[in-house]
């Protein structure tokens, strides 16, 4: 649930879990911390090595070179829908490695729990959880509730200029994606039907990116806001373009946390 600015405050250790869309800087201020005394968790990371390390080995046939610097091999895992000859995977197997991954992601997030205890047995005082862009897709409420009680959750709300340019970078380099499961079988046989195809080993993988990111991101916003209503707090993106330390971010965060609970009655 929400935390007034007297109850964040009074936490000692803090775990702050950073939510919001590809590119809108969870992974910029989670590194800065990290380089400032802070237990930086990358739940990227995690994915893709303790929870998909041996299923990327065995699946793409070589070893796991997932870091944190280099998340490629990861993107490489998930791939993308379409023609094999353009590099894309048959639906059945694009399917089972989207299932695959939503357990790796669910799995790094449940962990969260142990690597705050674990974080503070090492002497760190406060834990930043850097959370995939696909968090928003987590169809378990008592996953999430998981994460608010240990954490707090902070939307970082990106800009009408930053939405532009994500929808922009995503036509100009299409990438693999985790699809919203709800949405992904409807959004197939929309493309299928308007491209005029018989099936999904005809789609030409990039093009159905380009086409179908801008649902997805539509598709998503409305999630984080939800998220952030019921158990965290909604900032804007600009509000943390001048953070260069710890303080500058704790600031940032208790400006924009109420000061009492709101009625509910």
């Known amino acids: 649930m929400p935390i007034t600015v007297s109850d964040f405050n009074d936490i000692e250790h803090k775990v702050i879990t950073l939510m919001g869309m590809s590119g809108v800087g969870k992974t910029y201020l989670s590194c800065l911390l990290g380089q400032q005394g802070w237990k930086h968790y990358s739940c990227d990371y995690e994915i ?7 299923e990327i080995s065995q699946t793409l046939g070589e070893d796991n070179r997932v870091t944190t610097e280099d998340l490629s091999q990861l993107s490489e895992y998930v791939s ?4 094999e000859e353009q590099g894309g995977l048959s639906y059945d197997e694009f399917k089972r490695r989207q299932q695959v991954y939503y357990n790796a992601e669910c799995a790094s997030l449940k962990a969260l729990k142990d690597i705050v205890r674990n974080a503070h047995d090492e002497g760190f005082t406060h834990v930043i959880n850097d959370s995939t862009g696909s968090l928003c897709e987590i169809d378990d409420e008592t996953l999430i509730e998981s994460i608010d009680e240990n954490s707090l959750i902070v939307y970082i709300k990106a800009s009408e200029k930053e939405e532009h340019a994500v929808l922009r970078r995503a036509q100009e380099y299409p990438k693999p994606l985790f699809f919203s499961p709800e949405k992904f079988d409807g959004w197939v046989t929309s493309y299928l039907d308007e491209k005029g195809l018989g099936s999904s080993d005809q789609i030409e993988p990039d093009d159905f990116s ?11 916003l409305p999630k984080y806001q939800r998220i952030a209503d019921k158990y965290g707090v909604t900032i804007p993106s600009s509000e943390f373009h001048g953070v260069k330390t710890p303080d500058d971010f704790i600031d940032v965060v208790v400006k924009h946390l109420p000061t009492e609970y709101k009625n509910c009655a």
Do not use: H, I, Y
């Open 80 to 83: 993308r829908l379409g023609a």
């Open 210 to 220: 380009r086409w179908v990111f801008p649902k997805l991101f539509e598709n998503r």
């Open 48 to 54: 893709g090595t303790q929870f998909l390390g041996e």
